[in-house]
């Protein structure tokens, strides 16, 4: 809040929304509602995604990560909510938890995960279509919208999640399934849920079928999600982005299809309309400023030895108080907010990167 | 959510809003904010304040409290919200916190804790007036209000917060004040914000002209926190309650300003307005059902040693895994849910007491 108080605005709604990946479209959809109801005054409202996620030795430790996407949310923009098609699931799993208080790394049971990942999207993609069928008076298929975009903690669930797709509108006899694919299909369609989830041979065909859609309505939305890795909460935003970095000049009036999981779990459905817009609030514009390829461009590759090395100091400084950081901030962007210290009292102080490099910023104290 | 589940219900939205006291407001603010945007589909909205906070051996301990009160947020509601009259602070304050994840005790300074919520309250307030002269055309004064509900950690703020309110009336020479009030505070007309927050003179010349308005609009609504004590995030809503229960019958159309403030540091001050409504969501009806007089004679008292012994099993069992509860349920009330169990994964399982002591519910399965 320090930037905030910085500039004398200290008049401000909206506190942390917290539920694993997902707490970044709750943030969103709390932020778009307030700008929509009677006690928004006029302001832009933000939305903070950020995460940092790691992993003990093992298997999952290549699926950890860390990231910050902000969203600004105001009138008259180009990207808009059609907010009455939106369909929720939540649920009580233990797919993946963080109860050890005392340690970073959470338990996590990936196939119960990947599991509870499928079972919310259908779910949400059931009640997204009953809504769709309402508003709308005809049904839905993958046709009716232009893109489907995916949380996104590896690439090979959103191949599996768009197929899964598909073999819904299967299942409910959609416009989007021709005769080939029906053929395909039909060993299938006495399945149990479970069955499904499980079925190896349902996947490779439910797949294969969806392949020439998955080229046009999912693949120009994976390239952030496949460059960087996972970004937890901000992981379908990135996605999204993708989106808008390739295609922005032919979405005006297109419909895309998001899907946000969170593990424990919270998932959603939901569906924004595109165009073109007014600069600086344009697509183009919007693609422009982000400059997805320079960023990516700008990345820094480290040898996993040294990533094992960050970890057992972070391991050692989690939940620590009375330490100071190295000043080594050479990696980071200009501009870069990061840790200096904390100290006998776990208050945390930060420091901001300068921008131009031959001028230094004080240290921002955090506190009193 | 298993309860939701268990009714097939599970296309909800709304996660946990998370700011130490103030965080069932932010969730309130959230859920009407829902109802009132376009993605609202016309059911009800519910918000839980829940909270439990326990301290070290030491002064702060008596302050600890556990907590939950739920609200239930839709059309027509006989308690409905002033939008446009609302002020919020926030900014980075280490007034209390919880650093140390291995124990569940926070860290707390009470004397700064206290002039954080007093300074917030005056930023609140005077974005509040700002606002109330901008939509009404007129000052602001106490006078415009029947009621001021404050968040409660101790009663004692309470009667300083309302004082600190005549105080900002006499600094802008609002019309709650007369002139024998101006005699009292004129000498302290000229302290700076800091030297005000610490003037035990002012503190006790302002609460004196503060008492028979404190006596009037405040008072009504202290009765729960001062008989249970504090309970964090429902206390400001504890203190609303005790309102509804001791003057539901003369609530029409009067106008209540209620102050929640959450360490860390996020306030805001937002207005009500009440009308008797219709049943079953009658004020007179509320009150009724709530039947605050039963609950409050149904407590059980037991001895600090008890309470001493009961926090070091909890020091124990904190963040602990791989254990069961004692099954003595005799204190709590029929239809309680309670913890029955942590396994060695960290799940936790809970039990719910019968509402007929003749019959026996199972255990939930908190999981898969």
Chains 1, 2 share one sequence.
């Not at 769709?132 to 232009?146: C, I, L, P, T």
């Not at 999640?161 to 369609?189: G, M, Q, T, W």
């Not at 820094?300 to 620590?320: C, D, N, S, W």
């Amino acid at each position: 809040m320090q930037i905030f108080e910085a500039c004398g605005n200290t008049d401000i709604e909206g506190v942390d929304s917290t539920n694993a990946c997902y707490g970044g479209t709750a943030a969103l959809f709390n932020c778009v509602n307030w700008v929509e109801s009677a006690s928004w005054d006029g302001r832009y409202g933000l939305v903070v995604c950020t995460d940092s996620a790691v992993y003990a030795e093992g298997p999952a430790r290549p699926t950890g990560g860390a990231a910050a996407i902000a969203l600004l949310i105001g009138p008259d923009a180009p990207i808009t909510f059609e907010s009455k098609l939106r369909g929720s699931h939540m649920a009580h799993a233990y797919d993946f938890y963080k109860p050890n208080l005392a340690s970073e790394y959470p338990v996590v049971d990936g196939k119960l995960s990947q599991t509870c990942y499928l079972m919310a999207l259908d779910s949400c993609y059931k009640y997204f279509c009953h809504k769709f069928e309402k508003f709308e008076g005809k049904q839905f298929s993958v046709n009716d919208a232009e893109y489907f975009v995916f949380h996104s903690p590896y690439n090979k669930l959103v191949q599996k999640s768009f197929a899964r797709l598909l073999f819904n509108d299967f299942v409910r006899n959609a416009s989007s399934v021709d005769e080939a694919a029906k053929e395909k299909l039909a060993p299938f369609a006495a399945l149990t849920g479970d069955e499904s989830y499980q079925s190896r041979d349902l996947e490779k065909a439910s797949q294969q079928v969806a392949k020439p859609l998955y080229d046009t309505k999912v693949q120009p939305t994976t390239l952030i999600p496949k460059q960087v890795g996972n970004m937890y909460t901000a992981s379908i935003y990135a996605a999204f982005v993708s989106l808008i970095h390739n295609k922005h000049n032919t979405l005006n009036d297109k419909r895309v299809i998001l899907f946000s999981y969170g593990s424990g779990l919270t998932a959603t459905m939901f569906s924004l309309r595109l165009r073109e817009g007014q600069k600086p609030f344009s697509l183009s514009n919007i693609a422009s400023i982000m400059n997805i390829e320079k960023k990516l461009k700008s990345r820094h590759e480290i040898q996993p030895e040294k990533f094992v090395e960050t970890l057992k100091l972070m391991e050692h400084r989690y939940g620590a108080k009375d330490f100071v950081t190295s000043k080594d901030y050479s990696l980071l962007a200009p501009g870069t907010y990061y840790l200096t210290e904390v100290d006998t009292m776990y208050r945390r102080f930060y420091s901001k990167k300068p921008k131009d490099a031959s001028c230094e910023n004080g240290t921002v104290e955090n506190g009193h």
